[in-house]
């Protein structure tokens, strides 16, 4: 075993002098989790600090047939994910489109950059390729899950029980947890050097959602995200131009001259990650009809249940809310193995306290109302929101009452068949 460390270990110095094309700065040394030094380098003053990858595999365990993933080439990942700081140096550099994401009031510096899109993250790496000369990119699927496992084989490699301060996230232990995100390099990294590969926010991943390119993935949830979010093959899609609040990206680089053959150039079988299956060219017409077969794939797919309302400072059900719940409770029975997140809001008309306490009685007077209809309490988590998170104009008195409400968001496996011809 030690013998395989010190393979391992040499190899990820061996990398470090590749990288002698792509970074000018000095190699700075740093202890990962294993206490080892892991060598990390920067472009310039202003860009992330990185690290080499060796290559490798990682077995894709999400179906009934797991899957051996090889990366075959080395590359390089951010240390950290992209902080406020490093995007603010994008800004006054004339890049980024001169966009300044909130911090949701948790403060900047070495917090990790949120409210980003994947078109966002797509403008500052353009300018920190332009600024460096060098190609920097997101990471992609199959490169943040070896990432994230680092070695590691278990679906779980930071642990997955609660109280751990692993991650930051709802259960995980930090004093931060869902609460803000954390400043950067806060915990311990994994056996790679890289820290926060689970928790705080959600990182964008290059390639898009199977073949919609107006789709893209996010990998390693975020801090509101229970223990489920040390679960590596995590993952969250959504719109290229979402800015989603808790999400924010790492970035990557090529090592030793393969940035012409591309990112996916060094990944085997990505069967299973995201799936996209395109038209083949039409061959010559044959003898004889093709035999034709089916093939099924799955994907993750989010659902957002309308939940229902309440009135000013009131946590009791309405009338009118059996009818929308019940809707809940059929969706239950349809998709027994779906968990459900309720989460309470307000018109934050009162403090933050008084938003979170009456925003989580809310929910849990509605998880009360699933568990009397059969629904199993352990599939239904429920969280109450300080801040408020309008879905209408909160200035008129019809827009607060929208905003006085609980939602339902859920995730169902969604089976597609696609005809195979042989």
């Not at 029980?161 to 915990?187: F, H, I, K, Y």
Request: charged share 25%; aromatic share 8%.
């Amino acid at each position: 075993m030690a013998k395989e460390r010190l393979s391992f270990r040499f190899a990820v110095l061996l990398l470090a002098g590749c990288l002698s094309t792509a970074v000018s700065a000095r190699p700075r040394a740093e202890a990962d989790s294993s206490g080892e030094a892991a060598v990390s380098f920067r472009d310039c003053a202003e860009c992330p600090e990185m690290v080499a990858i060796p290559a490798g595999s990682f077995v894709l365990d999400e179906s009934a047939t797991q899957r051996k993933i090889t990366v075959s080439r080395a590359f390089a990942a951010g240390r950290f994910e992209v902080t406020f700081d490093e995007w603010e140096a994008c800004v006054v550099g004339g890049g980024c489109g001169a966009y300044r994401p909130t911090d949701e009031g948790w403060g900047r510096g070495r917090r990790p950059a949120m409210n980003i899109s994947w078109d966002d993250a797509q403008q500052y790496l353009q300018w920190l390729s332009q600024k460096t000369g060098k190609t920097y990119r997101l990471l992609t699927e199959a490169e943040w899950e070896y990432a994230a496992r680092a070695g590691i084989s278990p679906a779980y490699p930071r642990g997955k029980a609660a109280g751990s301060a692993s991650a930051n996230c709802d259960e995980c232990g930090s004093q931060w947890r869902n609460t803000q995100t954390m400043p950067v390099g806060s915990l311990k990294p994994n056996a790679f050097g890289l820290y926060d590969m689970h928790g705080n926010v959600w990182e964008w991943v290059e390639g898009c959602f199977g073949c919609d390119c107006d789709m893209h993935i996010l990998r390693g949830a975020a801090l509101g995200s229970g223990a489920e979010v040390t679960r590596t093959a995590r993952r969250l899609r959504t719109s290229t131009s979402d800015r989603n609040g808790n999400a924010g990206f790492r970035v990557a680089a090529h090592i030793d001259g393969n940035a012409a053959e591309g990112p996916q150039a060094g990944v085997s079988d990505t069967r299973g990650l995201v799936e996209c299956i395109k038209p083949v060219a039409a061959a010559a017409p044959p003898t004889e009809p093709a035999a034709e077969t089916f093939k099924t794939i799955f994907s993750d797919k989010p659902i957002t249940i309308e939940g229902t309302h309440f009135d000013t400072d009131s946590a009791k059900l309405k009338l009118e809310a059996a009818s929308k719940l019940d809707e809940v409770v059929a969706f239950a029975v349809k998709y027994p193995d779906a968990s459900l997140a309720v989460s309470g809001h307000t018109d934050s008309t009162g403090s933050d306290a008084w938003n979170e306490k009456l925003s989580a009685a809310r929910a849990e007077s509605v998880k009360a109302y699933l568990v009397g209809k059969g629904v199993a309490a352990e599939r239904i988590a429920t969280q109450g929101e300080a801040a408020t998170r309008p879905v209408a104009d909160n200035k008129t008195k019809e827009g607060r009452a929208q905003n006085r409400r609980v939602e339902i968001n859920s995730v169902i496996k969604e089976e597609q068949k696609v005809r195979v011809t042989e």
